[in-house]
Every structure is written in C-alpha cells, then in structure tokens.
C-alpha cells in the first residue's frame, strides 16, 4: 500500500510540469490569433477609395508578372469588378466632356471663319485638309494675293481647291475664268457675273485687250456673288462657254492684228473647237470681216456686239480677256491653251481656215527634171513703199534670180485677202526688211524660209523678237541679214562720224522714240549684193 501511493505521488510529480508549460502555450497561441483577428478587422476597416487605390496598384503592377506566378487575393475578383465599373464611369465622362469641347470648338471656328471672310477672299482658306497647303511659303502667299479665289466648283466642301476667276498678276494682259451659273450684261456698263455659293463677294475692272495698259480701251466689271438674287436674271441661256474680248488698241496695223488678236484668240479659244460664243467689246464689223475665216473657224456662233446687247447672257463658263506671253508667238510652258497648242499647231489652223494646199516647201533634192529643165524654188520680196524700202531691188531681183530662184515681188494686196492668203502659201522662200510684212510669213509652208533683212542700227534683238523667234516656233528656217552702215542711207545723211552711225548703242539708251525716227521710220537699205549673195546661196541649201 506504501509502494502504491509513493508511485502515485512521483506520477503527479511527474506531469505538474508538462501541464503548467502547455496552459503557457495555449495563452500564446490565443494571443497571437487575438493580434491577427484585430490585424485583419483593422485592415477591411480602410475605406473604399483607400481599397480601390490599393487594389488598383496591384492589379497594375501584377499585369506584369506572369500568370502563373500571381496570387489572388481572397477578395481581389470583387475589387476589380469594382475598378472596371469605377474606369467605365470615367471613360463616358470624358467622352461627353469631348463632346462638348468640339461642339464649342466647331461654334468657335464658325464664328471666326465668317468673321475672316476677307481673309478666305484673298485666297486663305479656314479649313484645309492638307496641313502643308497651308503652311506655304511666303513667296508663294504673296503670288496668290493677285488672285481671287471663287470659280471652277461647286464643291462647297473643297474650298482649299478652288481656281482663281481672275488672274491680274501680269503686266501685259488680264484673264478671268468663270465656271459655273455665270451671267452677261452687255451695254455701256458690261458686266460677267459669276453666280457661287462658296465665292465671297468680290469685282473687278477688266480690259479683256491683250496689252491692257493702252490708253483708250474700255473696261467690262467681273463679279462674283453668292445669291441668284444678285446677279441680273437670265434672258437667254446656251449651254457653250463664251469668251468676253476686245478690238481697237493697235487693231490695224498688220502685225499687230495678229500679234494682239488672232494669235491670242487661238490661245484662249481653241481649246472649245469651235463651240464659243465671241462677246466683242468695241466690235469692228469691217475688221472681223477681214478676216472672217479665222472667226468662223474659231466660233460657230454668232458674234455678238457686247456693248450694244440688251439682254443678259448666261453660260456655264465664260472667258474674259485674252493675250499672249510673248510677241507674236505661242509659248505652250507659259500660254495656258488648253490643249498645248504651238504656233506650229496655228500655222496648220490658218491653212486649213483659208484651205490652203501646201503644206511642205519645195524639196530639191527631190525634184525631178521635167522636160530637161529643173523646177525652181519660188521666193517672194516683199516690196515696201514708205520706210525701209529696197532702193536697188533689180540688183537684189537678180542676184536671186542668178542662184536659182524665181522671183516675185508682192506690194500690198490688191486682190481679196483669201487670194492672197493662198499666194502667200505657193512660196518656199520669203525676203523683206523688218516690218509688218514679214507678218504673211504664217501663210508659208511647214519647213520654208523666211530671210529678214534687218535695217542698220543694232536692231537684231527687236528682230528676232517680232519675227525670228516667231519664225522658228512656226516650224520655218530662219535666217538674218544685217544690213552695214555702208548701205544704210543714214550714212548719205549723217556721216560716219555721227552718233546714229558711229555709236547706235547711245541713240538706244536715249529712248525709243529716236530709234522708231530714225533707224524704222527715216531709214532705206542698198543691198551690196556681193555681200548678200551668201544668204541667198544658204537659203537654197536650206531647200535640198
């Protein structure tokens, strides 16, 4: 019994420890769930913005690490709900602030455009679509502001394309294009009328004459307005173009008839092939008649007297003004024609007007004896009876005669000018001193030479530019003779000793008009033949 209670006694000795040290344990434990429950209560207690900006971070910042690495968070797919409703509300707030900021932008550049309508008139559009359009050069902008914008379209939407209606830009002549609704007022005050919704207001004064600074001429006002209500109302309406021109100036002098008129009518009018109305200021009856086979192949239709028409003419395009770059001659880089015509191309025109045969010169190389005589090339001088005349023109007869040439001297016509016109054409070599003469050399063959005698006095600039430029742009072999001081009759005069034959260069700078009086208007040649008979054998050769 003794044994029995002494080993109990060591037995409750034993397990007193063990118990004590697990009742610490268990306080631990308690307290470290205690700390992590007041942890995680102390964690969702943080406000949602606090809990949106967190979660946000970390969603962020978890895009970059591969899936299969991240970790969600017990409660991570209801944050990101949250989020996406959060960025959705965003999104569609931003939009309708877009919105509204173009709404205001758009009322704002309405405003300002019909407040800077002066600005688009002068050629500066509001709204290209083509940001380097806009910002051009400023060489560029000082061109265009010679050009007012409002024709060629009715495309309201492409202003930034629009073509100028009238171009004033060169010295020497005006045009002005007009396409679309466009009205003709003839009589004293003549207006042309373009009708445009999308062309601001504008007017100008026109003189639709080739050199436009001559005194005398009259002017016709071109308009543009944007409302029918504006403009006269329509009388008779032809669906053709029409081509406002004017006559008078130095209409009737021979080479000025084609220089100023006829040529510049080719450039302007061609294009139509016949199917254009002529409204002629100053319209001269016996002038046109003239030379009506050019007019009647140029315009089917009837002219019309513009400044004595009382009714108002509308068209779908009409031309105002015309002129050429260059004298007497049709330069395609320069001259807008509208089909890239040359003189070349005129020249063919003139020949068929007038229903001339020949279209090639003479070629000798080509030409079989016929009856054992040789056919010889046939040359015209053109005899002058004022200035400038031929005081020896037997000599110079016969020394062409002498190389080969039948000659034939030609005046003035006497005969209709379609005679003439198909004389002019039966000839492979044209000979006369500077002047308007040398004009008929448009009636010779393709390929035929035109020899200008160049009267004494450093004259050969003016020569080529009124005739030997023009010559080769024909199509023709151009050649010079410069006449010496020996056979000028200056020399008889004045002296070799005198300033208008020793020094031409100081009469030039004194001014055109002692040039005109005395190396043009006061001025004969004697031809030193043996001197000239070179030219004439080279014009032969030209002909092989």
Known sequence: MVRTEAKSARNTNRSSPWKSNYVAYGLLLGSVFVLLYLMVSTQFSYSQKALLELDRATVDSAETIPAKHRRNHPRQEDVRARIEGFNREEEV?????????????????????????IEEQSGHEMKSDNWEEKSQSEKEETVEE????????????????????????????????????????????????????????????????????????????????????????????????????????????????????????????RRFNGEVQLLVVNLLPFWVDRYKRIFGKISRHEIVDFENDDVVRCYPHVVVGYGSRKEFTIDPSLDETGGGYTMVDFTKFLRSAYSLPRQRPIKLSEVRPAGGRRRRPRMIIL???????????????????????????????????????????????????????????????????????????????????????PARDMGLRYMEYSVAAEESSLMNVFGKEHPIIKDPATVHMSGWGNVAEWYLAKQDVRINVERFKPSLLQALKQLQ
């Open 146 to 269: 010679s050009k007012q914008f409002g024709g060629g379209t009715d495309d309201y939407n492409n202003v930034a394309d629009a073509k100028p209606i009238c171009d004033t830009s060169f010295g020497k002549y005006d045009v002005c294009e007009l396409a679309g609704d466009t009205r003709a007022r003839g009589g004293s005050g003549a207006t042309v009328t373009l009708v445009s919704p999308r062309a601001p207001p504008k007017e100008w004064e026109i003189k639709p004459y080739s050199r436009k600074y001559l005194d005398g001429l009259k002017a016709v006002t071109v308009k543009s307005v944007p409302n029918p209500e504006n403009a006269p109302q329509c009388t008779t309406r032809l669906n053709i173009p029409a081509m406002v021109i004017e006559l008078g100036g130095l209409t009737g002098n021979y080479w000025h008839d084609f220089t100023d008129v006829l040529v510049p009518l080719f450039i302007g009018a």
């Open 383 to 469: 005899e002058r009876t004022n200035s400038r005349k031929i005081l020896n023109l037997a000599e110079v007869i016969a020394a062409a005669e002498a190389v080969g040439f039948k000659v034939i001297v030609a005046g003035r016509p006497r005969a209709s000018y379609d005679v003439f016109t198909r004389e002019m054409n039966s000839f492979d070599v044209m000979v006369g001193v500077h002047g308007a003469g040398l004009t008929n050399c448009v009636f010779l063959p393709t390929g035929a030479v035109l020899l200008q005698i160049v009267p004494y006095g450093r004259l050969e600039e003016i020569a080529r530019t009124d005739f030997g430029n």
């Open 93 to 117: 707030a931003k939009a309708h602030t877009e919105q509204r900021r173009q709404e205001k932008q758009g009322e704002s550049e309405q405003q300002w455009a019909q407040k800077n309508s």
